[in-house]
T-cell receptor
Framework: SAVISQKPSRDICQRGTSLTIQCQVD?????MFWYRQQPGQSLTLIAT?????????ESGFVIDKFPISRPNLTFSTLTVSNMSPEDSSIYLC????????????FGPGTRLTVT | KQEVTQIPAALSVPEGENLVLNCSFT??????LQWFRQDPGKGLTSLLL?????REQTSGRLNASLDKSSGRSTLYIAASQPGDSATYLC?????????????FGKGTLLTVNP
């Protein structure tokens, strides 16, 4: 199974600022995913990031608010732009493991609080 | 649109009890179903994955079953321990074009009391 790390693990930010979250995988993967988990809620997919192409965003999420980079097969970043308190969530990176089936593995998450 | 429901939302049991967590989904055209564990403020740990052609998977004290036609899965935890306390999430995996998509339930918060 893939081992995924995220930085930072948590942060407290002022409204109106931006935060970039990094996701590193210990193996090369084609697709990486970014999820948001708002307090008391389940996970919602923000976007899918393929290396070498533009990220694909889910309904309700836009590139201006959540720009994503995918410079190589082991790394991705998600930026939360112009933050408001409603952006306070856990942000999680995940990858698919195709060794056997499309099983997904998740990073430890980044807990973001916007004041 | 796929919807995933988990019942109960919260469960508190004494140590040693066997328990069942339930997951239902509205669209039976799933590829796989995956159960995760999430500790407070942490990421997700994959527990079990059941392919759509399978009926159950076992790992240690955990057993997950799948009835695709009725849109249901259960996670059975035997001889529960305080260390099992966490939120348990069910996710169904469907295929959309060339991608696979996970749809999560809201989870069951399990507390096992010593």
């Amino acid at each position: 199974s893939a081992v995924i790390s995220q930085k930072p693990s948590r942060d407290i930010c002022q409204r109106g600022t931006s935060l970039t979250i990094q996701c590193q995988v210990d193996s090369q993967v084609t697709m990486m995913f970014w999820y948001r988990q708002q307090p008391g809620q389940s996970l919602t997919l923000i976007a899918t990031a393929n290396q070498g192409s533009e990220a694909t965003y889910e309904s309700g999420f836009v590139i201006d608010k959540f720009p994503i980079s995918r410079p190589n097969l082991t790394f991705s970043t998600l930026t939360v732009s112009n933050m408001s308190p409603e952006d306070s969530s856990i942000y999680l990176c995940s990858v698919e493991d195709w060794a056997h089936y499309p099983e997904q593995y998740f990073g430890p998450g980044t807990r973001l609080t916007v004041t | 649109k796929q919807e995933v429901t988990q019942i109960p939302a919260a469960l508190s049991v004494p140590e040693g009890e066997n328990l069942v967590l339930n997951c239902s989904f509205t669209d039976s055209a799933i590829y796989n179903l995956q159960w995760f564990r999430q500790d407070p403020g942490k990421g997700l740990t994959s527990l079990l994955l059941i392919q759509s052609s399978q009926r159950e998977q076992t790992s240690g004290r955990l057993n997950a079953s799948l009835d695709k036609s009725s849109g249901r899965s259960t996670l059975y935890i035997a001889a529960s321990q305080p260390g099992d306390s966490a939120t348990y999430l069910c996710a169904v995996i469907t295929r959309g074009g060339s991608n696979y998509k996970l749809t999560f339930g809201k989870g069951t918060l399990l507390t096992v009391n010593p």
